[in-house]
């Protein structure tokens, strides 16, 4: 199984942060990237878009020797099924480029056979993990599923931005699994939407780059109290 990295550099709230340099000269992508690379993927693909300012993820793809595609911008269900089209995937684990940390522990559940499994990753009571502000998780799709999404689903739909939705949310037409996740503490936000939360996942690299999904991490050794009570701050910031 191959992963796909979502990333451009349009960030409406933190244009460009895919190619911010976050930890030891080390861009978000780049750290992401290393993440892939210690994983049970067999390879990886940056899926971004056709706009022009897209043009330096191409630049760092080839600098790196990283196979790229280039899509639709605001369609992004469409620029997947075109990847997978153009590259002939199977099945897939999708990355978002806007999580750095990543965990390797709930990326690595997920690279298996997924037969008759159109969609499955995790949930946080019940809720499809990959709604929520953790920033630890990915999921894996079944290509045949997505294609048929892709032709069904209309070309006006708030749905496509977000290129998984229509799969988890409409449970009577594709087979979802999701795994329950339930030690993470509720706390952590490790998602990067802006200034904050980069300046919030800077520090606590500073500390270590650990596994946060990990359940044998104690991650109150490496958030204390004052980064908890930031992040805090940003969760009741995005949930109004």
Do not use: W
Request: net charge negative; glycine share 4%.
């Amino acid at each position: 199984m191959i992963a796909l990295i979502q990333a451009r550099m349009g960030s409406t709230r933190l244009p460009g942060k895919v190619l911010t340099q976050i930890f030891e000269g080390k861009t978000i992508l780049d750290l992401i990237c290393e993440k892939l690379n210690e994983s049970k993927v067999l390879d990886y693909i940056i899926l971004t878009s056709i706009n022009k300012r897209d043009d330096v993820i191409v630049d760092y793809a080839n600098k790196k020797n990283i196979k790229y595609f280039r899509g639709s911008e605001l369609d992004v269900l469409e620029r997947f099924c075109s990847a997978i089209d153009h590259f002939k995937i199977p099945t897939f684990i999708r990355v978002c480029a806007d999580n750095p940390l990543l965990s390797l522990t709930f990326l690595n559940e997920l690279v298996t056979d997924l037969k008759d499994i159109d969609y499955l990753s995790h949930s946080i009571k019940g809720t499809p993990a990959i709604k929520t502000h953790f920033g630890l998780f990915t999921e894996a799709v079944n290509s045949k599923a997505l294609l048929k999404l892709n032709e069904e689903l209309p070309k006006d739909s708030q749905l496509r931005e977000h290129v998984t939705a229509g799969l988890y949310q409409n449970k009577m037409k594709f087979n979802c699994e999701l795994i329950e996740v339930d030690y993470l503490n509720p706390n952590l936000r490790l998602t990067i939407d802006d200034l904050e939360d980069l300046d919030i996942i800077k520090s606590i690299l500073k500390t270590a780059n650990i596994d946060f999904g990990d359940p044998n991490i104690l991650t109150n050794s490496f958030v204390n109290s004052e980064l908890e009570n930031r992040m805090l701050k940003q969760l009741e910031k995005y949930e109004k």
